[in-house]
C-alpha cells in the first residue's frame, strides 16, 4: 500500500466526504498535467457564464409582457415591435445559456474521461499485484461489480460536484438576492423558508435511503456473484443435473434484490413526494404575493410573470440539488468499496531498491524452509533442497504432502514463514518479483486460457515473437500440426477459459508459451497430467529437449513421468522422508517404492 494515503472503512466512506474528494482531486487537478488544470478552469468559467445568464433571462421575459400588457404615449406599431424585440433577446438568452452549459460539458468530458481511465488503470493493476491468497477468496462477479459501480460514482463525483453543486448554490443565492432587492424581503424570506425545508427533508430522507442503497448493493453484488460463479462451473452443473438447483439458488438472491431494491423505490417515491409538495407550496406562496401586488397596482403583470419564472427556475436546480446530494451519497457508499480495494495491501511486495535477479547457472535451493497458510496448519517443515544447475530435480509425495506449495513459493506467490529459497544464492526476496518471474517458466496442472485465438494464447509467453518462432514452439509442445486441421489454423478462438479445446489440447498450448518464453528454469506442476498415455510421451520427449542446459523442477503425481530425473524428493507431511535415484529409491522399498508399485498395479488393472 502506498504510504501517506487515507485508508477509508466501508462504514466511514459516506460520512467522510473530506476524504473521498481527497482521494479524487489528484485525478481532477494532477500536478504534472496543467492541461487538465486549465480544462477545468475553462469549464468553470463556461457554467459560471451559464448561470449569469441565466438569471438575466427572466427580465426580458417581463420586459416583453409588460410592453405588450402596457398602455401609454407609445404607438401601437412601437409597442409592438418594442415586445418583439425583447421576446427575441429572451430567445437568445435562453440559447446562450443551453450553448455555455454544452460547452462547459465539451470541455471537461476530456478531464472526466482521462479521470476514469486512470481510476480503471490503477484499480486494474492493483488487482494484479494483490497476493495469491487474495485472489483463491475473491469473488470474481462481485469484484466485477465493486469496479463498475465505484467507477461510475467517481464520474459521477466529478461531474456534479465540480459542475453542478457548487453553480446551482450560486444561482439560487443570485435568484434571492434579485427578488429581495426587485420586488421585497418578504420573497427572500419564503425563498429560505423553502429551500432550508426542501434541503433539510432531503438530506433526512437521503440518511435514511442511503442505507437501503447499499443493502441493495450488496444483494446485487451477491446476485451476480452466483451467476458468475455458477456459469463459470457450467460444465459442472451439467455433469450433476442442477440446472433447476442453480436456477433457484440464483432466484433466492434475485428475491433478496428484489425486497431490497422495492425499498429504495419506495423511499424514492417517498422522496420525490416531499420534495415537491416543499416546493409547491413555496412557489404558491410567492405567486400568491405577486398575486396580490397586482391587483394593489405595486407590480406589474411583468412583475408577475418574472417572479413566476424565477421560482420555476428555483424549482429546477432544487429538484437537481435533490437528485445531484441523493446520487452523491449512493455514490459515495459504491466508491467506498473500490477504494477499500485499492487500500488492499499486498502481502508479497519488493523491497525499495531490490536488484533484478541474475541467473548464471539456475541453482535453486530450499534452505530449512517452513511454511503455514495458517498459523494453525503447516505445510512446509523445514525442507532442505539442492537443485543444482541444469539438473533436473522430481517431488513427490501424496496429495497435501505440500509438493505444489514449494512451487509456489519458487514463484513467489507466498513468502516462506521460515528458512530461505535462493536461485544462484540469492534470497527470493531480496530480488524484484518481475525479474524472478521473467526467469521461470510454469506449465501448470491446469492451464487456463485467454478467450482470444490460439495464436495470442501461444504468444502469451514472448510478446514480441514472430509468427516462426510461435509455430516452432508449438510444434515442440505436438500442438501444431491440430492447430493446421482448424478452419482458421493459428487464428481460431479457444473460448472463455479455453473451453472449445480439450484438457489435452490446452495443456499443449500452455506447454508451447511456456517453451516460447524459454526461460533458464522450468517448473513442471502435473505438465502432463490431463494428457492420454501416447500425447504423454511425446510431451515428455519434447519437455525433455527444452529442458536441456535448464534447471528443472518436477512436481509430479504420476510417476513413470519422474523415472529418469536426476534426483527425486519424496515428501510426506511437509518434510522430506526419501531422496535419491528411481533406481536407488525402488531399491529401498520405502515409500516411494509403496507409490510405486500402486500406480505399476492400478494401470495394469
Same mark, same amino acid.
Given at each position: 500500500?502506498?504510504?501517506?494515503? #487515507? ?23 494532477? %500536478? ?33 409582457? @409588460? ?19 425583447? =421576446? !427575441? ?21 476530456? !478531464? ?63 435568484? %434571492? ?25 432531503? +438530506?433526512?430522507? =437521503? ?14 453484488? @451477491? ?45 424514492? %417515491? ?134 505444489? #506449495?514449494?512451487?509456489?513459493?519458487? +514463484?513467489?506467490?507466498?513468502?516462506? #514463514? ?15 518479483? =518481475? ?10 496442472? @491446469? ?80 505438465? =502432463? ?12 520427449? %519434447? ?33 522430506? !522422508? ?28
Amino acid at each position: 500500500m502506498r504510504r501517506g494515503r #487515507t485508508t477509508i472503512t466501508t462504514t466511514e466512506m459516506p460520512d467522510n466526504g473530506r476524504a473521498i474528494v481527497a482521494r479524487v482531486w489528484p485525478y481532477l487537478w494532477p %500536478a504534472d498535467e496543467p492541461w487538465v488544470k486549465r480544462r477545468v478552469v475553462w469549464s468553470l468559467v463556461a457554467l459560471l457564464a451559464a448561470k449569469l445568464v441565466a438569471v438575466v433571462t427572466p427580465f426580458f421575459f417581463k420586459a416583453a409582457v @409588460d410592453a405588450l400588457a402596457g398602455t401609454g404615449d407609445n404607438a401601437d406599431k412601437v409597442l409592438v415591435l418594442g415586445a418583439v424585440g425583447l =421576446t !427575441v433577446a429572451y430567445g437568445v438568452a435562453r440559447a446562450l445559456n443551453v450553448g455555455f452549459q454544452q460547452l462547459r460539458d465539451v470541455i471537461f468530458a476530456r !478531464v472526466g474521461q482521462r479521470a476514469l481511465r486512470k481510476l480503471a488503470l490503477e484499480t486494474f493493476a492493483h488487482i494484479h499485484r494483490l497476493s495469491m491468497r487474495y485472489h483463491i477468496t475473491r469473488r470474481t462477479g462481485g469484484l466485477s461489480r465493486i469496479i463498475e459501480r465505484g467507477v461510475k460514482g467517481v464520474d459521477f463525483l466529478l461531474r456534479f460536484m465540480l459542475l453542478s453543486m457548487g453553480p446551482l448554490i450560486l444561482e439560487l443565492a443570485l435568484v %434571492a438576492v434579485i427578488l429581495w432587492l426587485v420586488f421585497d424581503i418578504r420573497y427572500l424570506m419564503v425563498v429560505v423558508v423553502t429551500v432550508a425545508a426542501y434541503v433539510a427533508f432531503t +438530506f433526512k430522507v =437521503t440518511e435514511w435511503r442511503v442505507k437501503l442503497r447499499k443493502e441493495m448493493n450488496d444483494q446485487d453484488t @451477491d446476485a451476480n456473484q452466483k451467476a458468475i460463479d455458477s456459469l463459470l462451473n457450467f460444465e459442472t452443473v451439467k455433469y450433476f443435473g442442477a440446472e433447476s438447483r442453480e436456477a433457484a439458488r440464483y432466484d433466492v438472491a434475485m428475491a433478496a434484490y428484489e425486497n431490497a431494491a422495492l425499498k429504495t423505490a419506495y423511499s424514492l %417515491a417517498f422522496l420525490n413526494a416531499g420534495q415537491s409538495v416543499l416546493i409547491t407550496a413555496g412557489l404558491v406562496g410567492v405567486m400568491v404575493m405577486a398575486a396580490m401586488g397586482v391587483q394593489s397596482g405595486a407590480l406589474t403583470v411583468g412583475d408577475f410573470v418574472m417572479v413566476n419564472a424565477y421560482m420555476i427556475q428555483i424549482t429546477m436546480p432544487l429538484n437537481f440539488l435533490g437528485t445531484v446530494y441523493r446520487e452523491i451519497r449512493q455514490a459515495l457508499v459504491d466508491m467506498a468499496e473500490m477504494f477499500t480495494l485499492l487500500d488492499q495491501p499486498p502481502e508479497v511486495t519488493d523491497k525499495p531498491g531490490a536488484p533484478a535477479l541474475k541467473v548464471s547457472g539456475g541453482e535453486v535451493v530450499l534452505d530449512d524452509v517452513y511454511f503455514d497458510y495458517e498459523s494453525a496448519r503447516a505445510i512446509l517443515k523445514g525442507v532442505s533442497i539442492r537443485i543444482g544447475a541444469g539438473q533436473k530435480v522430481a517431488i513427490v509425495g501424496a496429495s497435501g504432502s505440500g509438493k505444489s #506449495t514449494i512451487g509456489r513459493l519458487l +514463484f513467489r506467490f507466498y513468502d516462506v #514463514t521460515g528458512g530461505a529459497l535462493r536461485i544462484d544464492g540469492q534470497d527470493l526476496r531480496d530480488v524484484t518479483q =518481475t525479474s524472478l518471474h521473467d526467469a521461470i517458466g510454469v506449465v501448470p496442472q @491446469d492451464t487456463v486460457l485467454f478467450n482470444d485465438t490460439i495464436r495470442y494464447n501461444i504468444a502469451y509467453g514472448r510478446a514480441d515473437a514472430t509468427q516462426a518462432e510461435i509455430e516452432a514452439a508449438a510444434k515442440a509442445a505436438q500442438i501444431h500440426d491440430f492447430i493446421l486441421t482448424l478452419p482458421e489454423g493459428y487464428e481460431s478462438k479457444v473460448g472463455e477459459r479455453g473451453l472449445k479445446l480439450s484438457g489435452g489440447e490446452k495443456q499443449r498450448v500452455g506447454i508451447a508459451r511456456t517453451l516460447l518464453k524459454n526461460p533458464p528454469i522450468l517448473l513442471l506442476d502435473e505438465a =502432463t497430467s490431463a494428457l492420454d498415455t501416447e500425447t504423454e510421451r511425446d510431451i515428455q520427449s %519434447a519437455l525433455a529437449r527444452a529442458g536441456q542446459g535448464r534447471t528443472v523442477l518436477m512436481i509430479a503425481h504420476r510417476l513413470s513421468t519422474i523415472a529418469d530425473a536426476d534426483r527425486i524428493v519424496v515428501l510426506e507431511n511437509g518434510q522430506i !522422508v526419501e531422496e535419491g535415484t528411481h533406481t536407488d529409491l525402488i531399491s529401498r522399498n520405502g515409500r516411494y517404492a509403496q507409490l510405486w508399485s500402486r500406480q505399476q498395479a492400478e494401470e495394469a488393472a
